[in-house]
């Protein structure tokens, strides 16, 4: 199952260029997975300062 990225979010950016898959971008207000291109790596979680990001 993807990651996702909750109301935790600050929008940081440090997941972002993490991704190897480029499946996250900026949305609104807060940084969003794309769940088809996500291979669940758990790469963006392990980053986030604010722990924002879990498996979906």
């Known amino acids: 199952m993807a990651y996702v ?3 935790a979010c600050v ?3 440090t997941c ?3 991704c ?3 499946a996250i971008s900026q949305g609104d207000g807060q940084y969003v997975i794309d769940a ?3 291979i ?3 790469t963006c979680a392990s980053v986030c300062p604010t ?3 879990n498996e979906g």
């Open 5 to 7: 990225i909750s109301d």
């Open 11 to 13: 929008s940081c950016g």
């Open 16 to 18: 972002e260029p993490e």
């Open 20 to 22: 190897p898959v480029s």
């Open 36 to 38: 088809d291109s996500c």
């Open 40 to 42: 669940d790596c758990g």
């Open 51 to 53: 722990s924002a990001i």
